[in-house]
């Protein structure tokens, strides 16, 4: 008895260790995904150059890529950060920590410099859980922002409308899914491009937009109770819309 009881504590503390050092490496990656959230909304399109972006690439180990090299004229950047990262150097634990969590997520910062000034720069966050139809598959829920001058194809989008410097509307992905525009002069608006990476530590972990994204979500629900009280429909040229983000 006294050995069965030992036996099953050892497997506890085993358990728990695991549990613990996922957890830990998890938040790692995490606190490396958030500094560079905070650097990539510190630049700004049509005022930080092509040095500030370089910076922000080499700080990163971002990729810089365009059809030839990577320029003053034309160059784009993207920095990537995701719970993959760590077991990808230490591939023995990866099993382990897939069995422990399963959850995944993703961030990205994407960058375009045109003639020597940033131009464009987006934002990606994706949270992952198993699909409970598949093996291999994952049920995918992500926010997108875009900083950008206005594009004459976003008048065709009710959500642009509404505001001057923002708009914030649902993604072609899923209806759980977010957009989020703001003009590169927006001050106060900025708050709408933070993302809320620390869902993913939470036990029930990230449910929908609402979770990555909550200060955009609550525009965009305030701006879908108007539209539809005014009796527009929005939903097919909003979705169409977000294919470019």
């Not at 995904?33 to 690439?57: C, K, N």
């Not at 950047?77 to 099993?95: C, E, F, I, Q, T």
């Not at 961030?107 to 598949?134: C, E, H, N």
Request: with cysteine; net charge neutral; glycine share 2%.
């Amino acid at each position: 008895m006294r050995f069965a009881l030992c036996c099953v504590g050892a497997m506890s503390s085993v358990a728990l260790i695991a549990v613990v050092f996922v957890y830990q490496t998890n938040r790692r990656e995490l606190d490396t995904g958030r500094h560079m959230m905070d650097d990539a909304l510190l630049l700004r399109p049509e005022i930080s150059t092509f040095s500030d972006v370089l910076a922000f690439s080499r700080k990163y180990d971002a990729k810089a890529w365009q059809s030839q090299d990577c320029v003053e004229s034309h160059c784009f950047v993207m920095a990537g950060r995701s719970s993959d990262d760590a077991w990808d150097r230490h591939p023995k634990l990866a099993y382990v920590a897939d069995r422990i969590s399963g959850r995944k997520w993703r961030y990205w910062a994407l960058m375009w410099v045109k003639d020597g000034k940033l131009s464009d720069i987006r934002q990606r966050f994706a949270y992952m859980t198993p699909d409970p139809d598949s093996d291999i598959l994952y049920h995918v829920i992500n926010a997108r922002t875009r900083v950008s001058e206005r594009s004459p194809e976003s008048y065709k989008n009710p959500f642009y409308e509404l505001h001057r410097t923002f708009a914030a509307f649902p993604s072609y992905l899923n209806s759980q899914s977010l957009c989020v525009w703001v003009d590169p002069t927006a001050t106060q608006e900025r708050a709408l491009l933070r993302f809320n990476l620390d869902c993913v530590l939470r036990i029930s972990g990230c449910r929908s937009a609402a979770d990555l994204a909550p200060e955009a979500w609550r525009a965009y629900q305030s701006d879908e109770r108007l539209l539809d009280a005014n009796g527009v429909h929005w939903r097919d040229e909003a979705t169409a819309w977000s294919e470019s983000f």
